[in-house]
């Protein structure tokens, strides 16, 4: 069974500029989630979906974060404009059904923002 | 909202040596509990979860966790360390479909 993909692995920007990064969970998971993990830190939530709608989104800064999962498959994360401050890791992870059900993680997308 | 506090930034233990990464969280209800390993580069994995019954859980690779609702803690445990344990540790507990992990432990282990 193939995992939990992500891409790009790595991204180097500059302040100001967008990014998006692209995840696709198991095939047949219902539960899409984003989280970001900065270094020394555990992962923080940013976003989850059920399906195709948004399930919890309490955490994300909604002012330059967004995220959309299309046909309730695929899923991107987007940053417009970036800053310093998110340089982190973004973790996709996706769960059969809600978030009690093991959620299986992809390797993550290392952000630098200079 | 949920949280949870490792206390233990670093440990290092000797490779065949017993290990104990601590746990606490703070939840209203009854939680639901996770313990991950992060290894370097890689994804978190899985490693044991709580959600009911049996407070002392087993996990893959030999680790096991024990769940004491009195000290609000969720220790994990393993008996004999291997070189291969060496990894970031997370613990996580989940409420209302909002997880919440800790800072972490960073494992070394000694030859």
């Known amino acids: 069974e193939a995992g939990v993909a992500q891409s790009p692995r790595y991204k180097i920007i500059e302040k100001r500029q967008s990014v998006a990064f692209w995840c696709n969970p198991i095939s047949g998971h219902a539960t899409l989630y984003w989280y970001q993990q900065i270094l020394g830190q555990g992962p923080k939530l940013l976003i989850q979906?059920?399906?195709?709608?948004?399930?919890?989104d309490s955490q994300l800064p909604k002012d330059r974060f967004s995220a959309e999962r299309l046909k309730g498959v695929d899923s991107t994360l987007k940053i417009q404009p970036a800053k310093l401050e998110d340089s982190a890791v973004y973790l996709c992870?996706?769960?059969?059904?809600?978030?009690?059900?093991?959620?299986?993680f992809g390797p993550g997308t290392r952000l630098l923002v200079l | 909202a949920q949280s949870v506090t490792q206390p233990d930034i670093h440990i290092t233990v000797s490779e065949g040596a017993s290990l104990e990464l601590r746990c606490n969280y703070s939840?209203?209800?009854?939680?639901?509990l996770f313990w991950y390993v992060q290894s370097p580069g890689q994804g978190l994995q899985l490693l044991l979860k709580y959600f009911s019954g049996d407070t002392l859980v087993q996990g893959i690779k030999g680790f096991e966790a024990e769940f004491k609702r009195s000290q609000s803690s969720f220790n994990l445990r393993k008996p004999s360390v291997h070189w291969s344990d060496a990894a970031e540790y997370f613990c996580?507990?989940?409420?209302?479909?909002?997880?919440?992990f800790g800072a972490g432990t960073r494992l070394t282990v000694k030859p």
């Open positions: 996580a507990v989940e409420g209302n479909n909002d997880m919440r």
């Open positions: 939840y209203g209800a009854t939680p639901y």
């Open positions: 992870a996706s769960s059969s059904a809600g978030s009690q059900e093991t959620q299986y």
């Open positions: 979906f059920q399906n195709n709608g948004v399930v919890d």
